[in-house]
């Protein structure tokens, strides 16, 4: 059965430690997997070379770049649809277009707004179909992080990770899920009114208790930060939900003032603790430039591990199929 990567959760524990591993394999080796090679009817390598659909609904700078050389790293080709150049979702509908694409290419990886189109397109589809960012989840950004941590920290499981921010979008109910799925202990602050829907502090509490990792929900930044291992922030802005007005964005920063990383909250976490920010980072609102730009900061590791994590998975989902 085609296995897709939609949710965090899709991936076990141990099958999160083999994709990592796989990733750390390919930092070392980068060309020593060609899932997208062609390969003869007599099963001999060819000249030939598969195509991989990107379909990016959002705009991108390191999803692009991470995928596109990642698939050309693998042996393929990549295809690049940006927003507006298909008919994905307005003429045709995506479980059509799913249909039409798993004859054409090896994997479809789509950037989009509802995590509901990926569910459809992997419905449909013979191929596997990777989310490469949605409203929801970012389970991409997440296995890069935790790669990340890995190898600054020398392990995962047991360690505490502290998100600050909107607490109500995409990363951080990544880090919710991908962090207790490897065994982290994670806690989430923001705002009231910015706080995790319901059912991801229920399906992160579920597969907590099957990795031994936690689960802390509060408005209280301090209490998220106490002795963390790891600290964890996003812009306070997502991209689509941008204010109309100056006024509601200075309205915007204000709510979530208390929240951002600083040398203060810092003082808070543990020492030897590092700083991850997924990017884009805006200096002086989230996260104060002393410390991305400091020594505790793993921000350029991180973003580099998107290219080799995303390989890692390319290839762990080809070799299921």
């Known amino acids: 059965m085609t296995r897709h990567f939609l949710i965090d959760t899709d991936l076990s ?3 999160q430690t083999e ?3 796989l990733a750390a394999e390919l930092k070392q080796a980068p060309y020593s997997r060609s ?4 390969i003869g009817t007599d099963g001999a390598a060819t000249t030939g070379r598969q195509t991989v659909a990107v379909i990016f609904d959002k705009t991108s700078t390191r999803t692009r770049v991470s995928f596109a050389t990642g698939i050309a790293d693998l ?4 295809l690049i649809i940006g927003a507006g150049e298909s008919q994905l979702g307005h003429k045709e509908s995506i479980t059509d277009t799913a249909k039409v694409l798993d004859r054409m290419v090896s994997t479809i990886v789509w ?3 509802a995590q509901a189109g990926l569910e459809e397109m992997a419905a449909a589809s013979k191929v596997p179909v990777i989310n490469a960012l949605s409203d929801d989840y970012h389970p991409c950004q997440l296995l890069a992080d935790l790669l990340t941590i890995r190898e600054h920290k020398g392990t995962l499981a047991g360690l505490t990770l502290a998100y600050l921010g909107d607490a109500a979008n995409n990363m951080a109910n990544s880090y919710l ?9 994670v806690r989430v602050a923001g705002p009231e009114g910015h706080l ?3 059912s991801v502090i229920d399906l992160a509490t579920a597969r907590a208790a099957e990795t031994g990792g936690s689960v802390l929900v509060t408005t209280d930044a301090a209490t998220a930060l106490a002795d963390a291992d790891v600290v964890a922030t996003d812009t306070w802005i997502s991209m689509g939900q941008e204010p109309d007005s100056a006024s509601a964005k200075d309205a915007t ?3 979530f003032s208390s929240y951002g990383v600083d040398a203060a909250a810092m003082a808070h976490a543990a020492p030897d603790a590092v700083v991850l920010h997924c990017l884009p980072a805006y200096r002086g609102y989230e996260i104060a430039a002393d410390v991305i730009d400091g020594p505790q900061s793993v921000v350029w590791d991180e973003a580099e591990n998107r290219l080799h994590a995303q390989k890692a998975l390319m290839v762990w989902l080809m070799d299921r199929r």
């Open 35 to 38: 899932p997208y090679a062609g």
């Open 111 to 113: 950037r989009t707004y």
């Open 177 to 185: 899920l991908a962090g207790v799925t490897a065994g982290m202990h």
């Open 196 to 198: 995790p829907q319901q």
């Open 19 to 21: 994709v990592l591993d």
């Open 13 to 15: 524990q141990a099958e």
């Open 253 to 255: 920063y204000e709510l």
């Open 75 to 78: 042996g393929g080709v990549p």
